[in-house]
């Protein structure tokens, strides 16, 4: 399963979003996940992971690619291993991504890891649309301000790919600025009727990012009843349950009910 996480701008929580998800689901999966950055110029994932210049990436995997060179059993060589069930794979530095490196790297990661997480490019930008192009689902993740929810529906890349978007309201607050029912509304108007998702604002969760323990919100035992949690929960199940068939998980029934419900609450 490849996911493409993406905004219409930045400053949407985007990459807090995409490893999350990622630590999730590690911990629903028998299987392995790669979270990818293709953003050059943020390089956020290594920001978050490395606390020194992390020296393997897409750099070192294109030097494969472009040499002919690039094998299941080398591929490793090009990732940072964060715990048994994560990679990650930070952004080029030095080479450049076309769509040819991107399939073959797409290709390969297929056949290591059961689910891949990108953290694309905000906005429009032909990488995007070639990792859009090759993803079961691209998870588009907003605010509640109207001004960027209209940059969603006017978007063009997400009309194209309309089908396999799914939308996350970020740090949502209740009775601040666009409800769920406003933003489900404005993207109904545009054509967009497919699963909307929130992930409630926390306090601690945004302190695990400021001191980079971010995976240590999703990971720790002792944040399994904060509302984000399961939130989070009930994304990642939804894409496996919708788009993730054939991938082994560790507990198949357990959050049966709640995903049930939620998938009723859309009729």
Same mark, same amino acid.
């Given at each position: 399963?490849?996911?493409?996480?993406?905004?219409?701008?930045?400053?949407?929580?985007?990459?807090?979003?995409?490893?999350?998800?990622?630590?999730?689901?590690?911990?629903?999966?028998?299987?392995?996940?790669?979270?990818?950055?293709? =953003?050059? #110029?943020s390089k956020d @994932?290594?920001?978050?992971? /490395? &606390?020194?210049?992390?020296?393997?990436?897409?750099?070192?995997?294109?030097?494969?690619?472009?040499?002919?060179?690039?094998?299941?059993?080398?591929?490793?060589?090009?990732?940072?291993?964060?715990?048994?069930?994560?990679?990650?794979?930070?952004?080029?530095?030095?080479?450049?991504?076309?769509?040819y490196i991107i399939?073959?790297?797409?290709?390969?990661?297929?056949?290591?890891?059961?689910?891949?997480?990108?953290?694309?490019i905000s906005g429009?930008?032909?990488?995007?649309?070639?990792?859009?192009?090759?993803?079961?689902?691209?998870?588009?993740?907003?605010?509640?301000?109207?001004?960027?929810?209209?940059?969603?529906?006017?978007?063009?890349?997400?009309?194209?790919?309309?089908?396999?978007?799914?939308?996350?309201? =970020?740090? #949502?607050?209740?009775? @601040?600025?666009?409800?769920? /029912? &406003?933003?489900?509304?404005?993207?109904?108007?545009?054509?967009?009727?497919?699963?909307?998702?929130?992930?409630?604002?926390?306090?601690?969760?945004?302190?695990?990012?400021?001191?980079?323990?971010?995976?240590?919100?999703?990971?720790?035992?002792?944040?399994?009843?904060?509302?984000?949690?399961?939130?989070?929960?009930?994304?990642?199940?939804?894409?496996?349950?919708?788009?993730?068939?054939?991938?082994?998980?560790?507990?198949?029934?357990?959050?049966?009910?709640?995903?049930?419900?939620?998938?009723?609450?859309?009729?």
């Amino acid at each position: 399963m490849v996911i493409s996480v993406t905004a219409p701008k930045k400053g949407m929580g985007q990459t807090q979003s995409a490893i999350n998800l990622s630590a999730m689901l590690t911990k629903l999966i028998k299987g392995k996940v790669l979270l990818g950055d293709i =953003n050059k #110029f943020s390089k956020d @994932i290594e920001y978050y992971f /490395s &606390d020194t210049h992390a020296l393997k990436g897409l750099d070192s995997l294109i030097s494969l690619v472009e040499a002919g060179l690039l094998r299941e059993d080398n591929f490793d060589t090009c990732v940072k291993s964060i715990n048994p069930e994560l990679d990650i794979l930070i952004a080029n530095e030095c080479f450049e991504l076309n769509s040819y490196i991107i399939d073959e790297v797409i290709s390969f990661s297929e056949k290591i890891y059961d689910a891949i997480v990108f953290d694309t490019i905000s906005g429009n930008s032909l990488l995007t649309h070639r990792f859009f192009e090759r993803s079961d689902v691209i998870v588009v993740v907003l605010n509640q301000y109207k001004n960027v929810v209209d940059m969603a529906v006017g978007n063009h890349m997400y009309k194209e790919f309309a089908d396999k978007i799914v939308y996350v309201l =970020n740090r #949502f607050r209740d009775n @601040i600025n666009l409800k769920t /029912s &406003d933003v489900r509304e404005i993207l109904k108007s545009k054509g967009y009727d497919g699963e909307i998702f929130t992930i409630s604002y926390d306090v601690s969760m945004v302190n695990e990012c400021n001191d980079h323990s971010v995976l240590n919100f999703i990971l720790n035992k002792g944040m399994k009843t904060a509302a984000v949690y399961e939130e989070m929960l009930l994304l990642a199940e939804f894409l496996l349950k919708k788009y993730g068939s054939g991938i082994k998980l560790k507990d198949s029934g357990a959050k049966q009910g709640k995903l049930f419900s939620f998938l009723m609450s859309r009729k």
